[in-house]
């Protein structure tokens, strides 16, 4: 495997934070051009040398290449709302798609009743290896506070699932995934099914984080067997997931402030699992990234079992669904053509049905590599399947962020896989850490402008309404208690009634 020289790494990633900020200064709306890096040394690239190195969050780039806050003190946002005309923006959001989501990030900034905003973030391969979520997760709760890592999956299903500060390894379990397997079925929030029999554990090691609770998400059902649960090698609780008839269910336990390690073991009889949520008692912000690998529409709108994915997304209470798929669907040109506008309207319509209050945002996929001799050229399906989305959000009400345009567009593959260091993996699908928070940059910077849009079209309400104790601002309906969770006392572990 290779070794990526640290110190060689950090000079080259400031010199590649002067040139890309020389060259999006001026490169007016047409988002990033690579091009510019081909000064640049050489770094190793290829498929094997991306999965290995994602396990641990890339360091924090340079001021210079950091696209800036437009909430940060003394940084004044007139310019970049000025500019972002809906014919040059990259964030579309003409009907107030998102004010649902922005609403919340108000009530959690302003320390109304809302204590945690949540995303849910569902995509393909980057996704899987918390690519681009991992960075705009960062990004984010460096500006809203870290309610903690979120959902994540207790062992894993590809060698190159990861979450960024976390690192997770199971044993003894089947897993089932919605790619895998294409049928429609019960597979929770995040796609996959993890069956355990007696003696299947799981360690998740929280790197980077303080969580203080840890709630399983699992089907309850006759004969269900028990999950053991330690912190730091001391009992923390133990979850019974034994129940009358089968339904889907989720139980929390309290972990010890500090906690670096947690395991999972099935005792008793066998046990069917979907994952973990983590989380603090800090008011924050969690960015969940469900990335199946080589998932595409067809997954959210026919393989998950629409009531039981109600109920999933219905007990997560999202502020904002992330729905991010395409580039797998842009190797079959036909199947664009003719039937993922509907398979795009199905998956959407199964998420509104869920969480009619919640915002949508459609994201494009990135731009796809086509190789052709010494030539790469941009996939042709690729730009149809942007209009398409662009054109279903519009009709759907949900906002459309525009990846392939903000990146560059047209031939962005051939740039960031010629430039130095290379920006994408040489598939020329998947991008580097580098590439990959470049465009975590370009996502958070949209999203944190129309933010600031939306507190300027509200700031007449804000300073004549009073702070809200008990309920949610208008237009955002208060978060009920999920009637999934439950809290289990660690001195007193119960049952799931």
């Known amino acids: ?29 047409k988002g990033l051009d690579p091009a510019s890096l081909r000064p640049i040394a050489q770094l190793p690239t290829g498929r094997a040398s991306i999965f290995p190195i994602v396990k641990v969050a890339p360091p924090a780039l340079p001021t210079a290449l950091a696209i800036p806050d437009p909430l940060a003190p003394g940084h004044s946002t007139s310019s970049a709302l000025a500019n972002s005309s809906p014919e040059t923006q990259f964030l579309i959001d003409d009907n107030g798609a998102l004010d649902h989501f922005y609403a919340a990030l108000q009530n959690l900034s302003s320390g109304r009743s809302q204590p945690t905003v949540r995303i849910v973030h569902y995509g393909d391969s980057p996704t899987t290896a918390d690519l681009i979520t991992g960075d705009a997760r960062e990004l984010l709760q460096q500006r809203f506070g870290n309610a ?19 690192d997770v390894s199971g044993s003894n379990w089947k897993i089932d995934t919605a790619v895998g397997s294409m049928h429609e079925a019960n597979y929770g929030l995040g796609g996959v099914i993890f069956t355990g029999p007696v003696g299947a554990s799981s360690t998740i090691h929280l790197i980077a984080h303080n969580s203080t609770s840890i709630e399983v998400q699992y089907l309850a059902q006759p004969n269900g067997g028990a999950l053991d649960i330690t912190a730091d090698g001391n009992p923390a ?30 005792s008793g009889n066998p046990v069917q699992l979907f994952g973990v949520a983590f989380s603090t008692q800090e008011r924050g912000l969690t960015y969940d990234s469900i990335g199946l ?16 994915f109600a109920l999933a997304l219905q007990h997560r209470n999202p502020d904002l669904v992330v729905i991010n798929y395409g580039t797998n669907e842009s190797s079959y040109p036909a199947y664009v053509e003719k039937q993922y506008e509907p398979e795009l309207i199905r998956a959407i319509g199964r998420v509104r049905a869920a969480l009619p209050n919640a915002s ?26 942007v209009a398409i989305q662009r054109r279903v959000a519009q ?10 345009q903000a990146m560059g567009g047209n031939g962005t593959m051939s740039r960031w896989y010629d430039g130095h260091p290379r ?5 020329l699908i998947h991008p580097t850490p580098q590439g990959a928070r470049i465009v975590a940059q370009l996502l958070t910077s949209q999203l944190l402008i129309g933010y600031e849009r939306y507190m300027q079209n509200h700031a007449t309400a804000q300073r004549t309404s009073p702070p809200i104790a008990s ?12 009637p999934l969770a439950k809290q289990i006392n660690p001195a007193h572990p119960i049952g799931v009634q």
């Not at 207790?154 to 190159?160: E, F, H, L, R």
Request: charged share 10%; aromatic share 8%; with cysteine.
């Open 148 to 166: 903690g890592p979120g959902f994540i999956l207790i062992a894993k299903p590809w060698a190159w699932y990861g979450h960024h500060g976390v």
């Open 293 to 308: 690998n080589g998932a595409s529409t067809t997954v959210m709108s026919r393989a998950f079992n629409p009531a039981t």
């Open 423 to 427: 920006m994408v993996a040489a598939d």
């Open 471 to 482: 309920a949610a601002s208008p237009g955002h309906s208060a978060k009920p208690t999920p």
């Open 395 to 404: 009709q759907t009400g949900c906002g459309f962020f525009n990846t392939y």
């Open 237 to 266: 609780g133990t979850i019974q997931t034994a129940a009358d008839t089968k339904k889907d269910d989720a139980s929390s336990i309290t972990l010890p402030a500090g906690t670096k390690t947690v395991e999972l073991t099935v």
């Open 1 to 29: 495997m290779p070794t990526f020289p640290t110190k060689t790494l950090q000079a080259v990633a400031t010199f590649a934070a002067i040139l890309l900020a020389v060259h999006y200064g001026t490169a007016g709306s």
């Open 360 to 385: 949508i945002l459609i994201m494009s996929p990135m731009d796809r590599g086509d190789r052709s001799g010494d030539q790469i050229s941009t996939m042709p399906a690729i730009p149809e399947i």
